[in-house]
């Protein structure tokens, strides 16, 4: 087998380790544009930590918290504008995927002059801005991918600017931040992370080293289910075991890993519909597709299902169903329309290319009718 791995973000990892290493900030340059949404990462005190840390190190700042959930390009300019504009020579993004991926764009179009036509290309100069990242949820694994995937209002759905440009430099990761997350938020996220980990091994670019990053993080996920479905339960909501909330970014970034070779599959083709017209949360949108992808590689692929089935200790793809059915809950309402019209929008993605298992449009329509009708 021939493949390539790279994986060129530094990980610092542990309590406390944004202000424990604040010298790092240093080799990044002197004048940082912290990207962020405008209230999370003032709330769970990560702002507040990144901001000591850079006066710790003389390092100037200002900060751009327009960032919304699924960022548009419009705001990904603004931030470049702004930071084009005050001299900024790195970013520092702060919080879920949009912070995340809104900071790339930003570190990108801040670097060099990239018109709005040519933003999907994938043809750049070999000029970003370094960027640090800090991630404030477990599930997206942005912190170690060279995505940026935005809001694309004219393709009607979601799109993703891929470079190796776009690795960060750095990633702190400390799951304090996680700790007063909502139980919905947590399941949200850590099922967006279990949906990268089970794309990644059935992707046509999975290598052996993808596969084992990939089954432990499925693995680890699935051990914090039962706490999770425990959490929905109780009243009133608890709060996760920290251990767990540690396992969990530990999770979502070994994930994160793993698409950032593998690519994703039908499953984010599929969710970014959902997304885009329904406005159901990301990581919910490919949970409730996951089973019902993962039912159809049982069918044609045996032997593949059976090696994710095992990572999740779990006897066949109908029990998987039946878990995020129990997770996620009453679902939302789709009509046949609707159905037919995202499918045809998922069959123009690169995604359905990307996996081994490439379902007709036909399988599509059947999979979202069994995920929300049936």
Request: include cysteine; glycine fraction near 6%; aromatic fraction near 6%.
């Amino acid at each position: 087998m021939n493949y390539k791995y790279y994986m060129p973000t530094r990980i610092i990892m542990g309590n406390d380790c944004i202000t424990n290493n604040s010298e790092v900030f240093k080799t990044l340059g002197k004048r940082a544009l912290i990207v962020t949404g405008a209230h999370s990462s003032k709330k769970n005190g990560s702002e507040k930590d990144v901001k000591a840390a850079l006066d710790s190190a003389c390092i100037s700042y200002l900060v751009f918290d327009k960032i919304m959930s699924n960022p548009t390009i419009a705001c990904v300019y603004e931030g470049a504008s702004v930071a084009k504009g005050n001299d900024v020579d790195f970013i520092i993004a702060i919080g879920g995927g949009s912070p995340m991926d809104a900071g790339k764009a930003i570190a990108l179009l801040a670097a060099q002059d990239i018109s709005e036509e040519n933003l999907f290309s994938g043809i750049y100069e070999n000029k970003v801005l370094p960027m640090t990242f800090v991630p404030t949820t477990a599930g997206t694994g942005s912190e170690v991918t060279q995505y940026s995937i935005l809001t694309n209002d004219k393709a009607q759905t979601k799109t993703s600017i891929a470079s190796d440009l776009l690795f960060p430099t750095v990633a702190f990761l400390d799951s304090k931040y996680m700790e007063q997350l909502s139980v919905n938020t947590t399941i949200n996220t850590a099922i967006d992370a279990l949906s990268h980990a089970v794309e990644g091994m059935l992707s046509v670019r999975a290598s052996t080293i993808t596969n084992a990053l990939a089954s432990e993080s499925i693995r680890m996920i699935m051990e914090c289910v039962p706490e999770m479905l425990q959490a929905l339960n109780s009243v009133p909501k608890t709060i996760f075991n920290p251990k767990n909330r540690e396992k969990l970014l530990q999770a979502s970034f070994m994930a994160g890993m793993v698409i950032s070779q593998t690519g994703t599959s039908a499953v984010h083709a599929m969710g970014y519909s959902l997304t885009y017209f329904k406005d159901i949360d990301h990581g919910r949108a490919n949970g409730l597709l996951l089973g019902e992808y993962l039912r159809l590689v049982e069918k044609e692929q045996p032997d593949l299902a059976g090696k994710i089935l095992k990572s999740m200790n779990l006897p066949c793809a109908n029990q998987f169903v039946e878990l995020m059915n129990e997770l996620f809950g009453k679902k939302e309402d789709i009509s046949s329309e609707e159905i037919n019209q995202y499918s045809k929008l998922a069959m123009q993605t690169k995604n359905i290319a990307n996996s081994i298992l490439k379902p007709k449009e036909n399988d599509l329509k059947e999979m979202y009718t069994a995920s929300f009708i049936n």
